[in-house]
């Protein structure tokens, strides 16, 4: 089946840093990832929609400059939280398209800002 | 825009059969997806649904009837392992496919022995 991974797993920073987490498919090409958020007991919140080749799209709400988007090759898509808080302290989890209608999902990173 | 919504928590008892719920309002959309997520990992897909009726896949089943804007995820033989939380996804309409995925609130669903 297909495989995407997420590095890193776990990340602990503090406040005012960047934060990269990289989300790769491993076995097949990906056009389009996903990345969510979820906070603690709730349901996964889409963030931005990464294309290859592209600008990603940003839900509303989402701010496209603290959380940068970069789809560079086929297999792999990075976010960047730039300038983390405490509040942005979350389960980040990514997804890519393995065909039409099949998502599947990474590990998921779980950032911790102190 | 969709609202998705589902029971906040659910329990049954192991050997037992359970029906998960979830209704929505939206504009329109492409299919609904159920998703298993256990604490701390990734959504795991289960079933979805394009069509009006029911898929059969294991223990597992989804129904889907969208002119009433309803779904439910039946478990049936309930094992220790299927406690988690259930999510409903709906793909809305546009792009190509099953694009991005709206997730509801979420189930969280106990098993006891």
């Known amino acids: 089946g297909a495989v995407v991974s997420q590095h890193p797993s776990w990340v602990i920073c503090k406040s005012g840093t960047s934060v990269k987490i990289e989300c790769r498919s491993l076995?097949?090409?990906?056009?389009?990832m996903f990345w969510y958020r979820q906070f603690p007991k709730q349901s996964l919140m889409l963030m931005a929609t990464?294309?290859?080749?592209?600008?990603?799209?940003?839900e509303q709400g989402v701010e496209k400059d603290k959380f940068l988007i970069n789809h560079a090759s086929l297999t792999l898509s990075t976010l960047t939280v730039t300038s983390a808080h405490p509040e942005d302290s979350s389960f980040y989890i990514c997804?890519?398209?393995?065909?039409?209608?099949?998502?599947?999902f990474g590990p998921g990173t779980r950032l911790t800002v102190l | 825009g969709q609202n998705i919504d589902q029971p906040t928590e659910m329990t049954a008892t192991e050997g037992a059969i359970v029906q998960i719920n979830c209704t929505y309002q939206?504009?329109?959309?492409?299919?609904l997806f159920w998703y298993q997520q256990h604490a701390g990992e990734a959504p795991t897909f289960l079933s979805y649904?394009?069509?009006?009726g029911l898929e059969e896949k294991g223990r597992f089943s989804s129904f889907l009837s969208r002119s009433k804007g309803y779904s439910y995820l039946l478990l049936k033989e309930l094992q220790m392992k299927d406690s988690a939380s259930y999510l409903c996804?709906?793909?809305?309409?546009?792009?190509?496919?099953?694009?991005?995925?709206?997730f509801g609130t979420g189930t969280r669903l106990l098993v006891s022995p």
């Open positions: 997804s890519a398209m393995g065909g039409i209608n099949e998502q599947f």
């Open positions: 076995d097949f090409q990906a056009t389009t």
């Open positions: 990464s294309n290859e080749g592209s600008k990603a799209t940003y």
């Open positions: 939206t504009s329109g959309f492409n299919g």
């Open positions: 649904n394009v069509l009006d």
């Open positions: 996804a709906v793909s809305p309409p546009g792009g190509t496919g099953f694009q991005k995925l709206v």
